[in-house]
């Protein structure tokens, strides 16, 4: 990173995603101390061209090279450089231009890119869980010998992150808070009959469509748990989630004195991504504030493994280790699409990724090639298991 008083140059990895527009949005309201230099999209070529203008980054790609000719034309006239795929992306970030990388990109596809990111030793200010999901044993030890930081940015990480400022005791425990997501005093029948739109329907939070379903089915709160994991070095057995359906307390951390520490807001994604980007220094966001007199309550409960099983295959996958984190986030990513595309019912979500984690090959100590095989392989068998309707 630049000295506390320069702007840092920021790339997005994922803007035209909900972390990437809102992080946008923060950069917008601190034009003094934050400058895109790269941002990047799957295929909304419109927005990433109106980001694009707004922001007047150096380089832009779009990974979909069908809409190449359309955002070169649009950009050229502005002399922004436009590129095609994920090897432009890994290239383009090892530019010394480049101070911080967020990494917004969805599911396994954001592994890559991330890597790249680390091995130019930049900061990554890191919203793709499934980086840590699938390779935490080799990411994490990877940033910490070419001194890249990771700056949490999911919002219960962050939390985490921010109670842990300043202490030197003993970390006990991680209480990891989750809201239940919009299903969370179904019934196991309401859950099998539930539909897309029910699923999207989030309570507390505006999300994408896969971390949406996620939070749904929480699985989100599982691969979360995996992430703190890392991100934290704690034990599994260390790391106790807790529902809390208003969203206020955003986790906690429980220390060997017996003091518990939580970072508490309203629920804005806004808050933990500002706060990755500005590290260590807090600065002004425009966002409504916590009334205390106005808080009916803040209630917790334990999450129902029964009801909502992906969360147990989190925790067995995490405790067998090897590949198993990896296999999991992958059949969980066929599963979910699946189910978005109505060719299979919620609660087959918890079916497929079980099975696939029984069928496909366990490797103890696996490498970096062996996570991408893993991906593949595991994907192929959810996605085999889908079709034969198991």
């Known amino acids: 990173m630049k000295e506390e008083t320069a702007k840092r140059h920021i790339a997005i990895l994922g803007s035209t995603g909900s972390i990437g527009t809102q992080a946008l949005d923060v950069i917008g309201q601190h034009p003094d101390l934050f400058e895109v230099e790269l941002l990047t999209a799957n295929n909304n070529s419109r927005l990433l061209i109106e980001q694009a203008r707004r922001f007047n980054p150096a380089s832009v790609v779009i990974c979909n090279e069908d809409r190449y000719e359309e955002i070169f034309e649009a950009l050229d006239p502005l002399d922004i450089k436009v590129f095609t795929g994920i090897d432009s992306i890994c290239d383009l970030l090892r530019s010394p ?43 994490i030890p990877l940033a910490r010998s070419c001194g890249a930081p990771i700056l949490p940015v999911d919002s219960e990480h962050s939390a985490i992150f921010q109670c842990l400022q300043g202490e030197h005791a003993r970390l006990e425990k991680i209480l990891l808070t989750g809201s239940g997501g919009p299903f969370l005093h179904s019934s196991k029948a309401e859950l099998a009959a539930a539909t897309r739109q029910q699923a999207l329907n989030h309570p507390r939070w505006k999300m994408g469509a896969k971390v949406t379903i996620d939070s749904a089915s929480l699985m989100n709160k599982g691969l979360e748990l995996i992430e703190a994991r890392w991100l934290f070095g704690v034990d599994p057995a260390d790391i106790e989630v807790v529902i809390h359906p208003q969203s206020i307390i955003h986790s906690m951390v429980q220390f060997s004195d017996g003091c518990v520490m939580a970072q508490l807001s309203q629920p804005d994604m806004r808050l933990p991504i500002q706060y990755a980007l500005s590290y260590p220094q807090r600065i002004d966001l425009n966002t ?77 100590e696996p490498d970096l090639d062996a996570i991408y095989s893993t991906d593949f392989e595991a994907k192929r068998l959810a996605a085999e298991l889908i079709e034969r309707k198991y």
């Open 97 to 139: 231009s480049i101070d911080i990388v967020l990494t917004a990109m969805v599911g396994f596809s954001g592994l890559r890119p991330t890597i790249a990111a680390i091995r130019a030793g930049k900061a990554i200010a890191l919203a793709n869980k499934e980086t840590l999901v699938a390779a935490g044993s080799l990411v």
């Open 288 to 364: 409504s504030r916590l009334d205390f007199a106005a808080l009916a309550q803040l209630s917790f409960e334990k999450p129902d493994l029964d009801r909502f099983p992906c969360l147990q295959l989190a925790y067995d996958a995490l405790e067998k280790g090897g590949n198993a984190t990896c296999i999991l986030n992958g059949a969980n990513e066929v599963a979910v699409a699946a189910f978005l595309e109505d060719r299979i019912r919620f609660t087959d979500i918890p079916a497929v990724i079980a099975q696939t984690l029984e069928r496909c090959q366990f490797v103890a």
